[in-house]
């Protein structure tokens, strides 16, 4: 019997990987082999995994390991592994579509900006189709474990829209890759070269890495590991050169760039587990802001890889860390339902965490540009710990930045620390304020009497910073206050003075409340300002504007509530409005001051257009005023 030969067409979106990768990257194409053989370090894995419940799927070849060969007359290089193989549908599933919900995102990226293609060949799973820069076909022969001989299947392509399917005999388990170099690309079949990036990329692999022996620089019938062969993390710290921990960490997150710190630890005792936990330099291009798919910590029991446990060893807010744990004590049968009620994996998670608190304290201690690098990719994501980690707040908020009415431009340099090493001396409160922009922080009317007294602001701009502070309401003895919310506390001298210009006053705040009704909940005498002639302030607990904006765009529902207008009697505004008899000519002036209010809090006015005609009509009723004066003084 003859098993014919099935064709079919890629998918659309991996036919446009195929073409952006073999286009794209061409100035890193040694990282083929690095994917092929981390692909076929999973397939070991996997079935190392599978056999506590098949032991008979290893009985005839134990030795799990990973070949590379290669045949400089017919110019063919092969990765084969002794893996869990593959059977018809899952060659379809893993070669012949793409899953990853990352992959739009790769597809996005790639094609708007070819540099960063090295980065993101491996993180959307989309690795093994590097072969294709180096090959112009390519096959892949493999039989899954438990199957039978006959079971095996060919798959192959030019990588040029379409692929062939066919059945074949098999007398081995596993997968092996054999590419079909391009006329070009003779250096993959020197054997010094693919030692050579065996040695860069994969000799951590924790299988070993086999290549036929040479002999006056012809290849024999004999095997010999190229590859260190042992799991990194397993080895002494004493033994390791940062060059080492470097290059692990790029092959376990496809990342070409160095991570900014790692901690490597051995726990013993009650509970035995080793951590490696490495801090990236910069934010994957798989990476979500969000819950969804978090992955980048691998869980190992006894060396045996289990599953990617992210969510179960780490907190949400330190998602950005990447590497592996490994535990002599969880059982191998371990399960996601079980990893969420276990102990011992609460004890490993409260470690993890602390250890990678620990490594982000001495990054901040050590005075570098590192901690700032580490700062503008996952800032935003560690505040997220001041709600979630209730017993680590206060070291969370040691790790905080911000920019301040004190620092230098918009980067976020400022610590706590730091301000309360600049606090006044009887100055008991951490000022602070939120908005949607640093600008708009910076220039609010709001913090003008505290930057007058010299009093530093802390200048608040990512959208989760009032959810943040919501949860920061102390540090180190020191309470934090949003400026533009609740009452501001004056010195007995200061309230006195105060309530003297509150009664001055009290008939252009009466005539403010009658002419802005409803649209404000009051009108009262500001504290804050002294040069603006209003501003928006909000009960201590309301929400801050520009959140309640951002949350009514995203479609939530937000109950009604109007704000408090305060004013600054001494502006010249305020003194035109309280002598103007016109009532058209007030109530113009009355909702200038508070649409004014409105826009230096970031907000878009319901209708811009009338205060535009209302601006202009002050302005020109001004202006007519002032020819007016004029005419009658000469």
């Known amino acids: 019997m003859t098993n014919p030969t099935e064709t079919r067409k890629f998918e659309a ?55 590379i060969s290669f045949d400089a007359d017919a110019r063919t290089l092969s990765v084969h592994d002794n893996g869990i193989g593959m059977d018809r549908d899952e060659l379809v599933a893993n070669l012949g579509t793409i899953a990853s919900s990352g992959t739009r995102r790769f597809l996005e990226t790639l094609g708007a900006d070819k540099k960063a293609d090295s980065r993101m060949i491996g993180q959307f799973g989309v690795g093994f189709y590097s072969a294709f820069v180096v090959a112009d076909r390519v096959s892949v022969s493999s039989r899954r474990a438990g199957s039978a001989e006959d079971e095996g299947v060919r798959w192959e392509s030019d990588g040029k829209g379409e692929y062939t399917l066919e059945s074949i005999p098999l007398s081995r388990r596993g997968t092996t890759v054999t590419l079909h170099l391009k006329e070009d690309e003779g250096e993959f079949l020197e054997d010094w070269k693919l030692r050579s990036l065996v040695s860069r990329y994969s000799d951590h692999i924790g299988f070993p890495i086999r290549m036929p022996k040479q002999v006056e620089g012809k290849p024999t019938e004999d095997w010999e590991v190229v590859n260190s062969a042992s799991a990194l993390w397993t080895r002494p710290k004493s033994e390791l050169k940062d060059e080492e921990y470097q290059n692990f960490y790029k092959s376990l997150s496809h990342d070409f760039s160095d991570p900014l710190a790692w901690t490597h630890n051995r726990v013993e005792g009650n509970q035995n587990f080793t951590s490696l936990l490495y801090v990236p330099a910069k934010a994957p291009f798989d990476f979500a802001n969000g819950r969804e798919e ?75 540009d590192k901690y700032a690098t580490f700062w503008n990719a996952f800032g935003s994501v560690l505040k997220e710990g001041i709600a979630e980690d209730a017993g680590n707040r206060e070291r969370i908020a040691k790790l905080l930045r911000f920019a301040s009415t004190h620092s230098e431009g918009s980067a976020p340099t400022v610590s706590l620390d730091d301000y309360i090493g600049r606090m006044k001396a009887d100055q008991e409160v951490i000022w602070y304020i939120t908005a949607d922009s640093y600008a ?93 002639p209003s501003c928006l302030v909000l009960d201590e607990y309301d929400m801050a504007l520009h959140l309640r904006r951002a949350l009514k765009q995203s479609g939530h529902e937000m109950p009604d509530s109007a704000p408090v207008l305060e004013i600054n009697p001494n502006h010249a505004l305020l003194q035109r409005l309280e002598v103007e008899t016109d009532d058209s000519r007030a109530n113009d002036l009355a909702l200038l001051l508070l649409e004014q209010a409105q826009v230096a809090e970031g907000a878009q006015l319901d209708d811009p257009a009338a205060f535009v005609q209302r601006l202009n009509r002050v302005i020109l009723e001004r202006s007519q005023d002032d020819r007016d004066s004029a005419d009658r003084s000469s």
């Open 440 to 532: 708009a922080a910076k220039g609010s009317p709001q913090i003008e009497a505290l930057r007058a007294q010299g009093v530093e602001v802390l200048l608040m701009s990512d959208r989760i910073d009032e959810w943040m502070a919501g949860y920061l309401t102390e540090y180190a003895g020191k309470k934090l206050r949003h400026i533009g919310k609740g009452e501001i506390e004056l010195d007995a001298a200061a309230t006195e003075a105060h309530k003297a210009v509150e009664e001055a006053a009290s008939a252009v705040v009466a005539r403010l409340k009658e002419l802005l009704g409803d649209r404000v909940s009051d009108v009262k005498v500001s504290r804050r300002l002294t040069e603006s």
């Open 13 to 67: 979106d991996v036919a446009q990987v195929l073409h952006l990768v073999t286009h794209s990257l061409y100035s890193h194409k040694d990282i083929f082999l690095r994917e092929l053989v981390s692909n076929a370090s999973d397939a070991c894995d996997k079935l190392r995994f599978e056999s506590i419940a098949n032991p008979d799927w290893m009985a005839d070849d134990s030795e799990l390991r990973i070949d």
């Open 294 to 368: 978090r992955k980048g910590l691998k869980l190992y029991i006894r060396r045996v890889f289990i599953m990617d446990a992210s969510e179960q060893l780490l907190p949400a807010y330190l998602r950005f860390v990447r590497g592996v744990v490994d535990s002599d004590d969880l059982p191998l049968n371990v399960s996601r339902e079980i990893l969420q009620q276990n102990r011992q994996v609460e004890r490993i998670r409260g470690a993890c965490t602390k250890r990678t608190l620990d490594l982000l304290d001495k990054l901040a201690a050590d005075g570098s």
